[in-house]
């Protein structure tokens, strides 16, 4: 059975881009390996009384191009081989994209849901009390991930400039508007997964209104992108989360906010579409068939490891957008190449977050806010750009645009550990 732990796919990654890209040795030797892992204990009171204690993590990867930056996520299934996955990726994803911060990442294991209001920003801020002194606007800047939230984010903001004893809006970013929070940064994810897709779809000489797409997760990013997809003329035919999901049987396109509200209230995606059931146009999917269904595009945008070794040979799409992290294995991703499927890596797809995070930090510290069109005008290019050294390493060493990004970005890295000496 192939390995699935997300860091040794991340390691897998880095070797393959190194050996084609030729990456020296030394900076190999340095990026095989986080520079500081952080595990913390969370007391909270609960509810009924009792005292529970939490795992919390924060991996620093690198901070040679910058401050470490990335989410955290509240998750059952967080584990410290998840996190140091994603924060290897974020600083992979931060070079990709050639913004100034390095790669780090944290996490909870809880299952959020099940914590009321009280209990859950008593952890959010127990995690601030123990990780504080190894935060900051120029240290480290957490965002939200998975189960958390701008409100998440904002307790967290409070907790930090309440113990260091000054406002520090510059330290979290993905916080509510009224506290410095950035004007698009809420769909930035999905924005720039779709400048990413238009700049791809325009090298293979395809159109959007004659482009179908599956879209597997429909969190923030999943909803988001197929919102944005639905709009700019694509037909959006399939989507799902974490229940099951939906697809048109007619292939003619679905309203992504209808899908939206079937899922308010029914508590997830079902067959129902609006408030007409009707199995001749619309027909409930799992998850698996949503992977390998006859589309152009597929967006997996839920969790790691989405697309195996063991379903690649199933996809269908020419096009896989890889909207979550780590969505496509290593094994997967050499079965989709030979299949001539092209996959927009995650470190590149998905980067949009991470760029618009980068926005948001830049107003913070300068107390200088944008406008929406400035915010996503400046998204655009720096997606675009992004894109652009992408396809170039793609088209100068004739590999895949995953190894691709991933030697624009080491090279990137590379150049500021020799830079600075390290």
Not at 37 to 49: A, K, L, N, T, W
Not at 321 to 339: Q, Y
Not at 366 to 371: F, M
Request: glycine share 10%; hydrophobic share 40%.
């Amino acid at each position: 059975m192939a390995n699935q732990n997300p860091f040794h796919h991340a390691l897998q990654q880095l070797e393959h881009a190194a050996t084609l890209g030729k990456i020296p040795a030394d900076v190999l030797e340095i990026l095989k390996r986080p520079q500081r892992i952080i595990e913390v204990s969370i007391p909270v009171r609960m509810d009924d009384g009792t005292v529970k204690v939490f795992e919390g993590y924060r991996v620093q990867y690198n901070d040679a191009r910058g401050p470490f930056k990335g989410g955290i996520r509240f998750h059952p299934k967080t584990n410290l081989a998840e996190v140091k996955a994603l924060a290897f990726w974020m600083a992979i994803k931060c070079a990709t994209v050639d913004i100034p911060f390095g790669g780090g990442k944290g996490g909870v294991t809880v299952d959020a849901k099940s914590l009321s209001p009280r209990e859950l920003e008593a952890l959010s801020r127990g995690w601030v009390k123990s990780l504080y002194k190894n935060i900051g606007p120029e240290v480290d800047v957490p965002a939200p991930d998975v189960y958390t939230t701008p409100q998440i984010m904002g307790w967290m903001v409070d907790e930090y400039s309440k113990l260091t004893g000054k406002w520090q809006p510059g330290t979290f970013t993905g916080k509510p508007l009224t506290i410095g929070g950035a004007l698009g940064r809420e769909y930035s994810t999905g924005l720039g997964g779709l400048f990413v897709l238009n700049q791809l779809m325009g090298k293979l000489k395809k159109k959007p209104s004659q482009t179908t797409v599956a879209v597997q997760g429909y969190g923030n990013v999943g909803y988001f992108m197929a919102k944005l997809l639905h709009e700019a003329g694509y037909k959006v035919v399939a989507a799902s989360d974490s229940h099951g999901g939906i697809m048109d049987v007619a292939k003619k396109g679905m309203d992504p906010d209808v899908i939206m509200k079937g899922k308010k209230e029914h508590g997830g995606i079902t067959a129902t579409y609006g408030n007409v059931t009707d199995a001749k146009k619309y027909r409930a999917v799992t998850n698996e068939q949503l992977l390998a269904l006859s589309v152009d595009v597929l967006v997996p945008a839920a969790l790691e490891n989405a697309i195996t070794e063991k379903n690649a040979g199933k996809i269908k799409a020419s096009i896989v957008l890889e909207m979550s992290n780590g969505g496509v294995t290593p094994d997967a991703d050499a079965k989709l190449h030979r299949k001539n499927i092209v996959v927009a890596p995650d470190i590149l797809a998905n980067a949009g977050g991470v760029a618009g995070s980068y926005f948001e930090w830049v107003q913070n510290i300068t107390n200088s806010y944008w406008t929406e069109k400035k915010f996503t005008t400046e998204l655009k290019e720096t997606m675009e750009r992004a894109f652009d050294a992408v396809w170039k390493a793609h088209d100068t060493y004739g590999t895949d645009l995953r190894t691709a990004a991933w030697i624009v970005a080491t090279k990137r890295i590379g150049d500021a550990i020799t830079a600075r000496g390290i």
